[in-house]
């Protein structure tokens, strides 16, 4: 499994995020839609529905506490269904699983607020929604929607109240490729995109993992803003600036809507066209980033990255009125550069591929990675200049990236043999939180579930 910074096996001040023994894995498949007319209406009616619900649980629950000083919980809510359904006929024909989904996403919401001050981090408490900041439907069970046809001529997806929406080749294939491998279709989400689009993501449960042969070789990768990946052996990834690129198109956007007014038709229009442009270049990211991940993952057997505070990194230095900050032009230059290089997307397709081949990674201190000599171990800031390394004692020169990737290696090395020592400890599995019913049901909607998704 892939674990989060706070649940990561610590072994010294290294942590293990994925520890590559699941034999299965849960794995989504993102694919776009094309309802007609009359379809899109319903949808966007569903939406409306879910950011109505959403608003009306949060209420509940603070109103009951600031009241009564009761906690609501989400099962709580589940169980007030009944009367909903019965003060408002209108949301019978989309059946439970929206409003189910719903509350189940205010509960992760309170989740992360009491994990976050528990954590001593700023906690956001939850706040209402607009139909502008929430664009998503969320099914939390295989209920209320299937997946048809998949293997046949006419595959689709079927969502109550909606009907069935007819889906591409390419989306058809790309999901019975996980229902090949043994894959039950979980939850689903459908969102309206910015530019107007939309698109769902069926989330599969027990993918039957693809383990590579066995190998021992450590491999460190140094994340950077001029070269996005360097590995030991010398090997420097370079990924294009694709929202670089876009800039040009994206500033004369904006002059366009600058001198439009608010609210107006071509308004919205100049925002459904930016929106385009944001995602074409966040595609064409996502796209590189899952290519070289497949490539690193392929080269070594244990993979070594930093461990890196990016949200930190790419704070703002505008300060306040009453403390303002310096050099707030060149960071955000920075900040600009960094989002580009994606780092952080690398690292998540890292760990993805490597939890299903059966890879360790681990997350390592990044604390004079680009000072240190790979060869003997010294460590002064006069060794680097720019992207050269030059060790002032030992005298070994190297790719400074190149160089920062063999230390890595060697401190991931390091932790590896100390968790092989200790007896290979595993990373926590999370408990699944089952609904309040009897298994039987559960087993006999899943069931129906996967019989529609391969009829």
């Known amino acids: 499994m892939i674990a989060s910074d706070r649940k990561a096996l610590r072994v010294g001040s290294a942590k293990l995020v994925v520890d590559g023994t699941d034999e299965t894995v849960c794995r989504k498949a ?24 959403y608003n009306a649980a949060l209420e509940h629950r603070r109103g009951a506490w600031a009241r009564a000083g009761v906690s609501v919980s989400r099962f709580d809510q589940f169980n007030e269904i009944p009367d909903v359904r019965r003060c408002r006929p209108d949301v019978v024909r989309f059946g439970n699983g929206p409003i189910r989904g719903a509350i189940s996403r205010v509960d992760e919401a309170f989740s992360a607020f009491f994990a976050r001050r528990a954590a001593s981090e700023t906690p956001g408490y939850p706040r ?7 664009r998503t439907v969320f099914y939390d069970e295989p209920v209320n929607w299937a997946l048809r046809g998949l293997g046949g001529p006419h595959p689709g997806l079927y969502v109550k109240g909606v009907g069935e929406i007819a889906l591409t080749g390419n989306a058809a294939r790309q999901l ?20 107007g689009s939309w698109r769902a993501t069926v989330g599969f449960r027990g993918v039957k993992a693809e383990p590579l042969s066995a190998s021992d070789q450590v491999g460190g990768v140094d ?30 956007i904006g002059r366009q809507r600058a001198r439009l007014p608010e609210r107006s038709v071509e308004w919205t229009r100049c925002n459904r066209a930016l929106a385009k442009v944001h995602a074409t270049a966040r595609r064409r990211t996502e796209n590189w980033a899952r290519h ?11 993979i070594v990255l930093e461990d890196l505070n990016l949200t930190a990194m790419t704070r703002s230095a505008r300060g306040t009125p009453e403390r303002p900050g310096k050099g707030v032009a060149a960071k955000k230059g920075l900040n600009r550069s960094l989002q580009e290089a994606a780092l952080g997307r690398l690292a998540y397709w890292i760990c993805v591929r490597a939890e299903e081949a059966g890879r360790r990674v ?11 000599c790979a060869a003997c171990g010294h460590t002064e800031s006069a060794n680097r200049h720019q992207s050269h ?67």
């Open 30 to 53: 993102e694919i776009s839609l094309s309802p007609g007319r009359v379809k899109a209406r319903a949808l966007s009616q569903l939406v409306a529905l879910s950011v109505e619900t």
């Open 128 to 134: 209402f929604k607009s139909r502008r900041r929430l």
């Open 176 to 195: 019975w490729r996980l229902l090949e491998r043994g894959g039950e279709p979980r939850i689903l989400t459908i969102t309206r995109t910015a530019s």
């Open 223 to 252: 994340r950077g803003v001029t070269v996005t990946a360097a590995l030991p052996d010398g090997t420097l990834l370079v990924m294009p600036k694709f929202l670089g690129e876009a800039r040009e198109a994206i500033a004369d």
């Open 292 to 302: 070289c991940a497949r490539d690193i993952v392929l080269r070594y057997g244990v």
């Open 362 to 372: 681990w997350k390592v201190n990044p604390k004079n990675t680009s000072r240190e």
């Open 389 to 455: 390394f030059a060790c002032r004692r030992c005298g070994h020169t190297e790719h400074a990236d190149v160089n920062a990737a063999q230390v890595l290696s060697a401190r991931g090395q390091a932790a590896d043999a100390a968790w092989v020592a200790s007896g290979r400890p595993l990373l926590s599995r999370p408990v699944p939180r089952n609904r309040r019913r009897k298994e039987g049901v559960i087993a006999v909607r899943a069931g129906s579930a996967r019989h529609a998704a391969v009829a």
